[in-house]
Protein backbone atom coordinates (compact mmCIF):
# COMPACT_ATOMS: atom_id res chain seq x y z
CA UNK A 1 0.00 0.00 0.00
CA UNK A 2 0.96 3.34 -1.33
CA UNK A 3 -0.11 5.48 1.50
CA UNK A 4 -1.87 5.58 4.90
CA UNK A 5 -4.82 7.66 6.08
CA UNK A 6 -3.98 10.73 7.89
CA UNK A 7 -7.42 12.02 8.79
CA UNK A 8 -10.63 10.83 7.82
CA UNK A 9 -14.31 12.87 7.55
CA UNK A 10 -14.43 11.53 11.15
CA UNK A 11 -10.83 13.53 12.82
CA UNK A 12 -11.23 16.19 10.13
CA UNK A 13 -12.64 18.69 12.74
CA UNK A 14 -9.60 18.25 14.76
CA UNK A 15 -7.31 20.68 13.03
CA UNK A 16 -8.05 24.52 13.32
CA UNK A 17 -9.54 26.26 10.04
CA UNK A 18 -8.25 29.62 9.26
CA UNK A 19 -11.75 30.68 7.46
CA UNK A 20 -14.95 29.42 8.66
CA UNK A 21 -18.00 27.79 6.61
CA UNK A 22 -20.77 30.10 6.32
CA UNK A 23 -24.42 29.38 4.86
CA UNK A 24 -23.78 32.35 2.52
CA UNK A 25 -20.54 32.20 1.38
CA UNK A 26 -18.38 30.23 -0.48
CA UNK A 27 -15.01 28.72 0.46
CA UNK A 28 -12.07 28.34 -2.40
CA UNK A 29 -9.47 25.66 -2.52
CA UNK A 30 -6.79 25.22 -4.54
CA UNK A 31 -5.78 21.54 -5.28
CA UNK A 32 -4.18 19.49 -8.61
CA UNK A 33 -6.93 16.98 -10.05
CA UNK A 34 -5.30 13.22 -10.12
CA UNK A 35 -8.15 11.39 -11.73
CA UNK A 36 -11.92 9.97 -10.59
CA UNK A 37 -12.51 5.84 -9.90
CA UNK A 38 -16.03 4.99 -9.95
CA UNK A 39 -17.22 1.54 -8.64
CA UNK A 40 -18.84 0.29 -5.36
CA UNK A 41 -18.26 1.38 -1.95
CA UNK A 42 -14.90 0.85 -0.27
CA UNK A 43 -13.11 1.36 3.36
CA UNK A 44 -10.03 3.87 3.43
CA UNK A 45 -7.83 1.25 3.64
CA UNK A 46 -9.34 -0.57 0.48
CA UNK A 47 -9.54 3.17 -1.34
CA UNK A 48 -5.75 3.58 -1.06
CA UNK A 49 -5.12 0.28 -2.63
CA UNK A 50 -7.14 0.92 -4.92
CA UNK A 51 -5.83 4.61 -5.92
CA UNK A 52 -2.68 3.09 -6.38
CA UNK A 53 -4.02 0.40 -8.87
CA UNK A 54 -5.51 2.94 -10.97
CA UNK A 55 -2.20 4.23 -10.69
CA UNK A 56 -0.81 1.86 -12.49
CA UNK A 57 -3.07 1.42 -15.48
CA UNK A 58 -3.25 5.13 -16.00
CA UNK A 59 -6.61 5.79 -14.47
CA UNK A 60 -5.12 8.42 -11.62
CA UNK A 61 -2.33 10.49 -11.91
CA UNK A 62 1.06 9.40 -10.53
CA UNK A 63 2.04 13.23 -10.75
CA UNK A 64 0.62 16.22 -11.10
CA UNK A 65 1.62 19.95 -13.28
CA UNK A 66 0.26 23.37 -13.57
CA UNK A 67 -2.40 21.92 -15.92
CA UNK A 68 -3.94 19.44 -13.68
CA UNK A 69 -4.45 23.04 -10.87
CA UNK A 70 -8.05 23.20 -10.14
CA UNK A 71 -10.49 24.96 -7.73
CA UNK A 72 -12.79 23.29 -5.59
CA UNK A 73 -15.84 26.07 -4.35
CA UNK A 74 -17.32 24.87 -1.86
CA UNK A 75 -21.30 26.09 -0.47
CA UNK A 76 -24.01 25.59 0.89
CA UNK A 77 -25.46 23.59 -2.32
CA UNK A 78 -21.80 21.53 -2.71
CA UNK A 79 -18.90 21.28 -4.60
CA UNK A 80 -17.60 22.80 -7.95
CA UNK A 81 -14.41 21.92 -9.43
CA UNK A 82 -13.35 24.38 -12.37
CA UNK A 83 -10.43 25.42 -13.60
CA UNK A 84 -7.72 27.95 -12.08
CA UNK A 85 -9.55 30.64 -13.85
CA UNK A 86 -13.05 29.09 -12.91
CA UNK A 87 -14.14 29.53 -16.39
CA UNK A 88 -14.55 25.92 -17.11
CA UNK A 89 -16.57 23.86 -14.44
CA UNK A 90 -15.53 19.67 -14.75
CA UNK A 91 -17.62 18.61 -12.12
CA UNK A 92 -20.40 19.50 -9.45
CA UNK A 93 -21.86 17.78 -6.94
CA UNK A 94 -24.70 18.38 -4.13
CA UNK A 95 -23.35 18.36 -0.81
CA UNK A 96 -26.31 15.60 0.17
CA UNK A 97 -24.53 13.32 -2.67
CA UNK A 98 -21.18 13.40 -0.59
CA UNK A 99 -20.72 10.89 1.36
CA UNK A 100 -17.48 11.43 2.62
CA UNK A 101 -13.92 12.98 2.41
CA UNK A 102 -10.58 11.18 3.58
CA UNK A 103 -6.81 12.87 3.86
CA UNK A 104 -3.98 10.58 3.55
CA UNK A 105 0.04 10.98 3.19
CA UNK A 106 1.35 9.08 -0.14
CA UNK A 107 4.89 7.27 0.32
CA UNK A 108 6.51 10.44 -2.11
CA UNK A 109 5.33 13.00 0.76
CA UNK A 110 1.73 13.77 -1.07
CA UNK A 111 -1.43 15.01 0.53
CA UNK A 112 -3.91 13.34 -0.99
CA UNK A 113 -7.67 14.50 -0.44
CA UNK A 114 -10.35 11.75 -1.90
CA UNK A 115 -14.21 13.02 -2.45
CA UNK A 116 -16.52 10.11 -2.02
CA UNK A 117 -19.69 10.49 -3.93
CA UNK A 118 -22.45 8.22 -4.96
CA UNK A 119 -26.01 6.62 -4.06
CA UNK A 120 -26.00 4.49 -1.31
CA UNK A 121 -29.16 3.14 -2.74
CA UNK A 122 -27.23 2.03 -6.16
CA UNK A 123 -23.96 0.88 -4.59
CA UNK A 124 -22.25 3.10 -7.31
CA UNK A 125 -19.74 5.51 -6.35
CA UNK A 126 -17.09 7.98 -7.78
CA UNK A 127 -13.98 8.87 -5.96
CA UNK A 128 -12.44 12.38 -6.96
CA UNK A 129 -8.66 12.12 -6.15
CA UNK A 130 -7.00 15.03 -5.89
CA UNK A 131 -3.39 16.23 -4.46
CA UNK A 132 -3.41 19.38 -2.14
CA UNK A 133 -0.57 21.54 -1.97
CA UNK A 134 0.32 20.76 1.88
CA UNK A 135 -0.74 18.93 4.98
CA UNK A 136 -2.33 22.58 6.37
CA UNK A 137 -4.57 22.59 3.01
CA UNK A 138 -5.42 19.33 3.09
CA UNK A 139 -6.78 19.48 6.84
CA UNK A 140 -8.59 22.45 6.22
CA UNK A 141 -10.45 20.97 3.30
CA UNK A 142 -11.13 18.16 5.30
CA UNK A 143 -12.20 20.47 7.76
CA UNK A 144 -14.52 23.21 5.28
CA UNK A 145 -16.65 19.79 4.24
CA UNK A 146 -17.55 18.95 8.04
CA UNK A 147 -17.93 22.69 8.75
CA UNK A 148 -20.41 22.61 5.38
CA UNK A 149 -22.10 19.08 6.50
CA UNK A 150 -22.29 20.50 10.17
CA UNK A 151 -23.95 24.07 9.50
CA UNK A 152 -26.58 22.82 7.03
CA UNK A 153 -27.26 19.60 8.50
CA UNK A 154 -28.26 22.17 11.75
CA UNK A 155 -30.45 24.72 9.78
CA UNK A 156 -31.99 21.95 7.98
CA UNK A 157 -33.11 20.36 11.83
CA UNK A 158 -33.85 23.61 13.09
CA UNK A 159 -36.22 24.62 9.88
CA UNK A 160 -38.11 21.53 10.92
CA UNK A 161 -38.80 22.24 14.04
Excluded at 1 to 6: K, L, S, T, V
Aim: glycine share 6%.
Amino acid sequence: MAGRPASTDEDAGTSPAVEEFSLDGVIEHTAQYMGTISGLHRSANELVDQIDHAKRFGNVAWQTGPEDTVKILLSKYGIKVTDSRKHEVFARVPLHKIGSVLHYLEDSAEHIVVIETGDPASGEYKYYVYCMPSEADAKQLCAHMKQAFDVVYSKTVIDNL
